[in-house]
């Protein structure tokens, strides 16, 4: 009889599409912190880093963990509750409410729940933190995104600080135009962290080099 997989592991399986979509939004960024935590073997990063789409680099580090077993599943967990996946992938709050229900193969379910409690304590009030100065949320880089034409690179270089090398791997590994600048906003957060609110983004776009109209912008300074 086939033993049942850990239940970390389970949790990872049942998950798998929806960390896809939220993780391929910026896939290096996560990779080189799974790497970080060693959480990959020396020849797996390599194989996951030469994949230049990002959903199937996320696909590939997510199956490579899976299949290294219990102990780099647990990590990738630990690694998506921690604070800076948290800040990058605002989204990736469901799933410290779905461990609270799923029993750990090393700690019983009543200590992980004392234990994930304050986390999800403190994650109710993220999205307070968004609001006027918070930082930026995922909506709200879409919505500016989606205003950006052509001139997006130029922005990105006058306006946000983004390395020209870094604009031109975002415009290999997404083919619409509304991707590329997202991404290119979610490259920006990254690097920002704590200084990367929505009043700063706002400042940085009115700034005559790279001036967009007002009415593009004024989401940003929204408070609802």
Request: proline share 4%.
């Amino acid at each position: 009889m086939a033993e049942e997989p850990a239940a970390e592991i389970q949790l990872l399986r049942s998950q798998k599409v929806k960390l896809i979509e939220i993780l391929s939004a910026d896939a290096d960024f996560v990779l080189q912190h799974a790497d970080s935590s060693s959480l990959l073997s020396a020849q797996g990063y390599q194989r996951v880093k030469t994949c230049r789409v990002p959903s199937e680099k996320v696909t590939d580090l997510l199956d490579h963990i899976i299949q290294r077993g219990a102990k780099a599943a647990r990590g990738l967990l630990e690694l998506l509750n921690s604070q800076a996946l948290q800040e990058t992938f605002p989204m990736l709050c469901f799933i410290k409410d779905v461990q609270v229900n799923t029993p750990s193969s090393g700690k019983s379910e009543k200590s992980r729940k004392r234990k994930s409690a304050p986390a999800l304590q403190e994650n109710i009030p993220s999205k307070q933190r968004n609001k006027g100065p918070g930082l930026v949320n995922e909506k709200q880089l879409m919505t500016v995104a989606r205003t950006i034409g052509r001139s997006w690179k130029e922005i990105g270089i006058l306006a946000l600080d983004v390395p020209s090398v870094k604009l031109e791997q975002i415009e290999e590994d997404h083919s619409l135009h509304t991707e590329r600048v997202f991404a290119m906003l979610r490259f920006w957060k990254t690097c920002q962290r704590e200084k990367a609110t929505a009043a700063h983004l706002h400042s940085l776009l009115s700034q005559k080099e790279s001036a967009l109209p007002p009415e593009s912008i004024d989401s940003l300074l929204e408070t609802d």
